[in-house]
């Protein structure tokens, strides 16, 4: 199902179902007295709104902030590993064949085993550490016996550093989501929010039902927008490994 469609479907559902309940307990209720709670309620439906808002707008405004820092981190990484590759081209053997081959099976192991994973939300294992590490001593140990190949392997395992900063900071963010207690305090603040537009009264009742549902969809929308942006590299984000394929395409032009 697209994100279209079940954000539609997600939205129009909550719109539907808390129209129904806003009729039947319009119909439920006396009368009588409805609209001198306007007041009172309005006043505290200020407070509650308010505070349930400017939560979740945070929220949605740190997840959007976190997506494109993830995306440019991908980059980051996928850069630093095209460069560890370039620097080794001015290695001697077997040390410039050992970084073409370890760069490559990096960047492949990133790309298609990794990335599915955090897709998932799940593990990525710890081959990619593992290579990485591979590299790191490789390059430590190579033999250099001029200047440039000195200049080389300093500049490789600067570069190194830069994609284990960089890995690091993408795996942190394929875990990080948004915490239980802030669902929890987004949750409560948007069902005492629509809970609290209940005991208004004065309009008639399809225009009532039609004033609750669309603010409850209105917050049904923030809850949509901010389960899908929790994890960068799946949902409405889906950062997608494209830093990686393109790496992978230019190492492989440069061996």
């Not at 980051?76 to 290695?91: F, K, P, Q, Y």
């Not at 394929?174 to 669902?183: C, F, H, I, L, N």
């Not at 039609?210 to 942006?229: E, H, K, N, P, R």
Request: aromatic share 8%; proline share 2%.
């Amino acid at each position: 199902m697209s994100l279209f469609v079940s954000g539609v479907l997600w939205v129009g559902g909550i719109m539907i179902v808390t129209g129904a309940l806003a009729v039947i307990l319009r119909k439920l209720r006396q009368r009588e007295g409805r609209e001198a709670n306007n007041e009172v309620a309005g006043q505290v439906f200020t407070i509650v709104g308010g505070v349930n808002v400017v939560i979740a707008a945070f929220v949605l405004i740190s997840l959007f902030d976190g997506m494109d820092s993830a995306e440019k981190t991908t980059y980051t990484e996928a850069n630093a590993l095209v460069a560890v590759r370039w620097s080794g081209n001015a290695l001697a053997e077997p040390a410039k064949s050992q970084v073409d081959k370890l760069t490559k099976a990096y960047a492949t192991e990133v790309a298609e085993r990794e990335w599915p994973a955090m897709q998932d939300g799940r593990d990525v294992g710890a081959q990619g550490w593992t290579l990485l590490s591979q590299l790191q001593r490789t390059v430590e140990e190579a033999k250099t016996t001029t200047q440039r190949q000195e200049d080389s392997r300093a500049e490789a395992s600067t570069q190194i550093w830069a994609v284990y900063e960089a890995r690091q900071d993408r795996l942190n963010s394929s875990g990080s989501g948004v915490s239980a207690v802030v669902w929890f305090a987004i949750m409560i603040g948007s069902v005492m929010s629509v809970a609290l537009m209940f005991m208004f009264g004065g309009p008639g009742l399809h225009s009532y039902a039609f004033i609750v549902s669309m603010l409850a969809g209105a917050i049904g929308l923030l809850l949509f927008a901010i389960y899908q942006l929790q994890n960068p590299f799946s949902g409405g984000a889906d950062v997608g490994p494209e830093a990686f394929l393109s790496a992978l395409a230019r190492l492989g032009d440069s061996g």
